[in-house]
C-alpha cells in the first residue's frame, strides 16, 4: 500500500521549540505552541529495555545529567535524569519525555509531528521497528500521522514493516549516490534535506518522484526567503521567536 502524502505545514519547529527551552522536553513544545507552531520536529531513540524516548545524541551528556550511551540505559534509570538544567536554571529537573507522553500532548492540542528516528548505532532496524509499532498505535484513528524521517534506511525500513501505512521521509545532509532511489525504494512521501542542499533541481526531482520537499535548519531570514521564493513545502527552525509560522 502506498503512504498517504503527509500535509506538510510550511513552518515546523526544530525539537520542540528550537534553542529557546531544552530541546526534546515537553517544555519545549509547550513553548513552540505558544508561539503558535501547529507542527514539531523531535528525535526518537529506544531506551535498553525498548521504551522509546526522545533524545538526539547518542550520549547523555550534552542535554542530561545523565553519562555515556543513552540506548544503554533502562526507562528507568533514564526517567531520573535532569534534561533541563544544562539550558537553563527555569528548567532544571526537565524530564525527558517518552514518545507516549508527547503523543498525549500533540494529540490533545490538535497538532502535526515529525518523528526523525534517531537510533543508537547497530540499533537502526530494531528501533525503526519498535517506534513504527508504537506510533500506529498511538496514533490510530486519527486523520493526520506523524511523519517519519531519518538518516539511515535501514531505520525507516523497519518503520515501514511495522506500520507500512505511516508516511516516511529520507533525511540527506549530502546527495549521496542513489540517495533519490533508495528513497523511492523506501515508499517515501519526502526527502528532507540541510536547506543548503535545496535547489530547482532538487525541487524539481522531488516533484517528479511525486514528493513533497522539505529543509533543515533554517534560521536566516536570507535563507527562508530563497527557499520560500523555490517552493519548498515545509522549512523546520530553531528561530521559533523570529519566523511567524501562521504567515506561510
Not at 204 to 216: D, E, F, I, N, P
Not at 218 to 232: K, T, W
Request: charge should be negative; hydrophobic fraction near 45%; glycine fraction near 8%.
Amino acid at each position: 500500500m502506498a503512504a498517504p502524502a503527509w500535509p506538510c505545514p510550511r513552518w515546523i519547529a526544530h525539537r520542540g521549540a528550537g534553542k529557546l527551552a531544552p530541546e526534546n522536553t515537553l517544555a519545549a513544545f509547550r513553548l513552540g505552541a505558544a508561539h503558535g507552531y501547529r507542527a514539531f520536529e523531535c528525535d526518537v531513540k529506544l531506551s535498553a529495555d525498548g521504551v522509546p524516548f526522545l533524545l538526539h545524541d547518542a550520549t547523555l551528556e550534552r542535554t542530561t545529567s545523565g553519562q555515556g550511551t543513552a540506548g544503554d540505559l533502562s526507562w528507568s534509570a533514564l526517567s531520573q535524569l535532569d534534561a533541563g538544567s544544562w539550558h537553563s536554571r527555569g528548567h532544571a529537573g526537565e524530564p525527558l519525555p517518552t514518545l507516549a507522553a508527547l503523543a498525549r500532548f500533540i494529540l490533545a492540542n490538535q497538532l502535526q509531528l515529525n518523528i526523525e528516528i534517531k537510533p543508537t548505532p547497530g540499533q537502526e532496524v530494531i528501533t525503526g521497528r519498535v517506534v513504527g509499532e508504537q506510533t500506529a498505535r498511538l496514533w490510530a484513528g486519527q486523520a493526520v500521522p506523524p511523519l517519519f524521517s531519518s538518516f539511515r534506511p535501514e531505520a525507516l525500513q523497519g518503520a515501514r514493516e511495522t506500520a507500512p501505512h505511516l508516511p516516511r521521509a529520507l533525511l540527506l545532509d549530502s546527495l549521496w549516490s542513489g540517495c533519490l532511489d533508495v528513497a523511492a525504494e523506501l515508499g517515501c512521501v519526502a526527502i528532507v534535506t540541510h536547506h543548503r542542499l535545496m535547489d530547482a533541481a532538487l525541487l524539481q526531482q522531488a516533484r517528479q518522484a511525486g514528493w513533497l520537499a522539505m529543509v533543515y535548519t533554517v534560521n536566516e531570514p536570507a535563507d527562508a526567503q530563497r527557499l520560500l521564493a523555490l517552493g519548498v513545502d515545509g522549512l523546520i527552525t530553531d528561530a521559533v521567536d523570529r519566523f511567524a509560522p501562521a504567515a506561510g
